[in-house]
């Protein structure tokens, strides 16, 4: 396990930092949402985070709507309903993605696939990344900004619970 998954651990308890990437996403590309080997841009980009002292890089498409993380989807919560970029604005479709989407409406969460930019996700209630290695975790602090009251949100902790009934894992 070594360090990566303590370290994980803390991101998914206390949130973490993110920035938005200089790296944009072409959603009229044909390996637009596709996991290839030409990943370089998303790789640059998460350098970017980690330079800028972040965890993650919010990656938006030519048209300036979010997109995803470098290594991972997006979510964000508004007047306790998610929402995260539909396919079409470009993102991979993640596994756990889909199981975040599956989870929320089992739990009774409205959950919306609509495109957004960058300032109407600096007024969220509530963000969070999802990923397969790192499960789901809230960013609190986007481009040196808190993101809602800067703690982690009651729809993130809810979907963290769900998700780690549906793994086995304790809560």
Request: charged letters at 20%.
């Amino acid at each position: 396990m070594g360090t990566v998954e303590p370290q994980l651990a803390q991101l998914r308890e206390a949130g973490t930092r993110a920035i938005t990437s200089s790296h944009r996403v072409n959603e009229g590309s044909i390996v637009a949402g596709v996991k290839t080997i030409g990943y370089a841009g998303h790789i640059l980009a998460k350098r970017q985070a980690i330079d800028a002292g972040a965890w993650e890089a919010i990656i938006l498409n030519c048209k300036g709507d979010v997109v995803e993380g470098s290594m991972s989807n997006i979510f964000v919560v508004w007047d306790d309903e998610v929402y995260t970029p539909p396919l079409e604005s470009g993102p991979l479709a993640g596994v756990t993605r889909q199981t975040v989407l599956d989870l929320a409406r089992s739990e009774g969460i409205v959950c919306n696939e609509v495109r957004f930019g960058l300032d109407a996700m600096r007024v969220a209630d509530e963000c969070f990344l999802t990923s397969s290695v790192a499960e789901i975790v809230p960013v609190t602090v986007l481009d040196g900004r808190p993101v809602g009251d800067s703690g982690v949100g009651e729809i993130t902790c809810r979907l963290q619970g769900a998700y780690a009934r549906l793994r086995g894992h304790h809560t």
